[in-house]
Structure formats: C-alpha cells, structure tokens
Nanobody
Framework: QVQLVESGGGLVQPGGSLRLSCAAS????????MGWYRQAPGKQRELVAS???????NYADSAKGRFTISRDNAENTVYLQMNSLKPEDTAVYFC????????????WGQGTQVTVSS
C-alpha cells in the first residue's frame, strides 16, 4: 500500500501563493503517477495537475500558467506550487497516487484546505 500525507494549505489573499506538499510512504517504488485534485463545496472532485514517474505533467485549463507540479524522488514528495491564486481556487486539495502491485490501485491523502479570500 501507499500512504499519502498532504501539508501546506491555508488562508491566502487573492493574488497570493501557496505550496502544497504530499509525502508518500509505503510501497513507493510501485507508484507510476501522482496528482493533485480539488473539491469545492457542492462540486465534484476535479483534477488540478498530475505528474508521471518519468516527469510528464498534465494540467487542468484552470491551472495552466499559474500552478506547477513537481516531484522530489529522493524525498518521495510531490509539490504543487500555486501562484496568482483566485477565490475560485478555494477548495480542499487532495493528493493521489496511482500504483501497481499486480493490478492498479489508487491511494488518496486526507486533504488540505486552501482558502483564497481577502
């Protein structure tokens, strides 16, 4: 199994920045992709950004040009740098990991709240 722990959320003013971190533990060598999702009140969970083991990235249109996903393989950590934050970015942000042990599985973190407000 893979366990994920997020950190770095908080309250920030519009236009500000935050960096989220997601530390993975457990069967980390089986992970082939990690990502950040978010869920705002009353809305479905949506992909924000993802990164593969090889370093390929994918972003939601709302995140392009403002958010950057990166990974530190030595620390088994994935980051989401969020700049130029808007009130509509307010949500609970979840880290996930897709890994394969025989078949594919997905693990989720507990989520971290990001609130963008003046």
């Amino acid at each position: 199994q893979v366990q994920l722990v997020e950190s770095g959320g908080g309250l920030v003013q519009p236009g500000g920045s935050l960096r989220l971190s997601c530390a993975a533990s457990g069967n980390i060598f089986s992970i082939y992709a990690m990502g950040w999702y978010r869920q705002a009140p009353g809305k479905q969970r949506e992909l924000v950004a993802s990164i593969t083991r090889g370093g390929s990235t994918n972003y939601a249109d709302s995140a392009k040009g403002r958010f950057t996903i990166s990974r530190d393989n030595a620390e088994n950590t994935v980051y989401l740098q969020m700049n130029s934050l808007k009130p509509e970015d307010t949500a609970v942000y979840f880290c996930n990991a897709d890994y394969r042990v025989g078949r594919s599985y997905t693990s989720w973190g507990q989520g971290t709240q990001v609130t963008v407000s003046s």
